[in-house]
């Protein structure tokens, strides 16, 4: 079970902690005592102590990026790995492409007339803009939460003037967006910049009865310049560039699309290091957890969902899996519809898939958006559909001959002043499994060239005592003393890597399950003797 292979990882965690921490630095000629070391009585806890510490479930898998440990109303464990199938915002469904309306205005001979003889002239530009979208969406409001309105102005007529910008139906706080842009004379061709701040107008795209379509307004008033250049072949051009926008809120109709959900996968870390061995779970349970508040019906399809092993085939997961999966609609922006299914040993084979110690869980789903199709869809840029696996492994199960085994780089210097060391090792253990450890040092070609353990049988930590319903009742103790002569500990300098390699069997597996329960702990005290090189001055 998980909670036996974390705690033989963390033995030998304190292993290496040892050998890496204590050997190279801590003893030295001018500090080390022997007199503290009792030669007769001796124990980590009044001698050299070097680590005491308890862990319990939660502190033994606290390392696991995608999992977290629960405790129910019983106590009992339960390991939780959690993945994201999907997931989409409102501001990625529907994004805003930059937009620009250019207009041109020509002056004829009477408005030259006019303008030389003192008087103003202006011109009005009436433009229904057709405001697209990148998937065909038909708009009928939105909100922008952010988004600039940029004016570039070429005049090429000898006159200067204003060019007035009108969107009556785009408003912030009831009041329609207006701009003034000056300009001056173009004897040449005179270019103006100029821009506007669109974030948190409310936007109506259907008040002239079609969808997309923005009313705009341009006035363009020019002055007189007592210019009497002739008006031939001038121009007055003039660009409104809408960028950068991201809408907040939008309604209309979003149209029918695929969503973009790729084949993705979840990773069940508890079986990464696996070496062989079964491993069993009395009540594994997947559960799909869909979420939606785009106001939008969504047709989705789990197409494929198998586990993935260390080696050969995929295997299907199958089970009652509904088809199309069920996601919700909400009823009103802010609205959130949650719908959720669950795969366990009485409806599917993810127990028996589970057995066979899958590093991942792979999926592939298909949606379409609003089918079937509503004519009215809302989001906002909160709004999010999302799809969400969790697997629930209680600990209650049983192991046999589950065996996890890893590398690491390894490295240790200044050992020659050490002429023996022994190890101590003090363990109680209140959990319901018990473990053999072993580390192997190896060269850089892993080689081994000596073991943690001389003797790899001496070095099993015994479950606690359970009850015949696998409740432990009370712990079992360990003392294990492993010397190091100096010919081991010139191995241990030689070695560039370890081996970690761990077995690890529930008491009375396969035919016994056993629970893990949030009081069951591991309790561990490591102590050192170590005798030193004397040197004679």
Known sequence: MHSARKYAAYLNAILFYLLISFLPGCIKDNDFDFDKVASVNWNPDI??????????????????????????SNNLVTLVYKGN????????????????????VTLNTADSTTLYSGGTCSKVINSNYPFAFPNGELLDSLTLGSGTMFVNIQNNIPHPGTLHISIPTATLNGIPFSKDVIFPAGGGTVQVLDSADLTGYDVN???????????MIYTVIFQ?????????????????NFSNMVISRAFGYFGQRPLNITVDSSEITLFTNSAGGTLSFHEPKVTFQISNSFGMPVDAHLTSFYAIPASG?????????????PVGTPLFPGDIARTSFSLDKNNSNIQSVLSQQPHFLGYSVNATSNTPPVAQNFLLDTSELRIDLQMNLPMWGSGSGFTVADT??????????????????????????????????TDSNYVVLDSMISQPSDFIIESGAITPNGVVIHPTHKMKDEPFDQNRLQHIYNASKLIIRSVIETQGAPA?????FAGDQLDVQVGVRAKLKIKVH
Do not use: C, W
């Open 408 to 441: 690491a780089d390894f490295s240790l210097e200044k050992i020659d002043e050490i002429e023996t060391a022994v190890f101590r090792l003090n363990a109680t253990n209140g959990f319901p499994a018990r473990a053999f450890i072993q580390v192997y040092f």
């Open 47 to 72: 001698a050299v102590p070097l680590i005491h510490s308890t862990f319990t479930m939660s502190d033994l898998v606290n390392d696991e990026t995608n999992s977290v440990v629960t405790i129910d």
């Open 512 to 516: 016994q399950e056993v629970f893990v």
């Open 85 to 104: 199938i999907y997931s989409m915002k409102g501001s990625d469904f529907l994004p805003v492409i930059n937009q620009s309306d250019i207009q041109t």
């Open 313 to 325: 085939t995929n295997i299907p997961v199958t089970g009652s899996i509904p088809d199309p999966v």
């Open 205 to 215: 795209l259907v008040s002239t009865g079609v969808q997309n379509t923005l009313p």
């Open 224 to 240: 007189n310049s007592s210019s009497a250049q002739s008006l031939t072949s001038r121009f007055f051009t003039f660009t409104n």
